[in-house]
């Protein structure tokens, strides 16, 4: 049951990859959850759900009275006494939305103090992560944004992988590096790359030389099927087979993480 964590600048192509490997599992058979850790929250769109229930679905960090409730304190308190170790046990299966066989929950941020913010909402969503992470047999794909905001240090010792995706551009490469390092910095042991937008050897062999030491498990093409699939709002596992063939490969070099 890996436990997978996505990450890479904004529109590199992580969310298209998070999605594609949540529905390949699921095409297994696999209980997969799907967490949209990304402030622009576009997973959802990814995987097919519509605009209609991506409305009814709501970001746990902002579900203030859940928070308070758990925590032991008012809606929007700060500076007080709060739980350390609320239970999060049921929020996958009270929140999460289904399509495909693929569940979903959307984390959200929290709007306050970064990702050192000591408050009730902070220490909610880390708790929900390692859950997530450590107490749940099931596949767990997590799309975050480029940084670490929901992975604690005994988060990150309990992902199998850290996949960052680059496109070829030395902006992609140099956020990829960093991020990288930040990985290594809180443990997390396996540290890949996936490269998106390639439209040849040339790309390929460039994104391979500028990591260099860093594992690379493949690449997926630029592709004017993915493109389409999210200005229609379809997923692009069904939309886009090269892909979905591409990230099929990804998903054995993976293994068993």
């Known amino acids: 049951m890996p436990k ?4 890479g600048k904004g529109g590199v192509g992580k ?3 998070a999605a594609l490997l949540a529905h390949l599992y699921a095409a297994e058979g696999q209980t997969v959850l799907a967490i949209d850790a990304d402030p622009d929250a576009n997973l959802g769109s990814a995987l097919g759900f519509t605009p209609e229930a991506l409305a009814r679905m709501h970001p746990i960090a902002d579900m203030k009275d859940l928070i308070a409730e758990r925590t032991g304190t008012q809606p929007g308190q700060y500076g007080g006494i709060f739980t350390l170790n609320p239970r999060v046990d049921d929020i996958p299966d009270r929140f999460a939305a289904v399509r495909g066989g693929v569940r979903l929950l959307v984390l959200g941020t929290v709007q306050r103090g970064g990702a050192g913010c000591f408050c009730p909402e902070n ?3 880390k708790n929900l992560m390692l859950h997530l992470m450590v107490g749940r047999r099931e596949v ?36 990829a590096q960093a991020v990288a390092q930040l ?6 042991g396996r540290i890949m790359v996936v490269g998106n937008k390639v439209r040849g050897p040339e790309d390929e062999a460039f994104i391979a030389r500028s990591l260099p030491g860093v ?5 997926l093409p630029f592709s004017q099927q993915a493109i389409e699939a999210d200005l229609a709002g379809q997923a692009i596992y069904e939309a886009a087979p090269e892909l979905v063939a591409r990230a099929q490969e990804i998903k054995e070099r993976l293994g068993g993480t």
């Open 15 to 17: 969310t298209t990859l």
């Open 215 to 219: 594992e690379v498990l493949g690449y």
């Open 123 to 125: 220490t909610l969503l």
């Open 140 to 175: 767990v794909i997590l799309d975050m944004e480029a940084g670490l905001e929901h992975l604690g240090r005994a988060t990150a010792a309990a992902v199998d992988a850290f996949v960052v995706v680059v496109e070829p551009g030395r902006r992609s490469l140099q956020t």
């Open 183 to 188: 990985a290594r910095d809180i443990g997390v």
């Open 4 to 7: 997978l964590a996505i990450t």
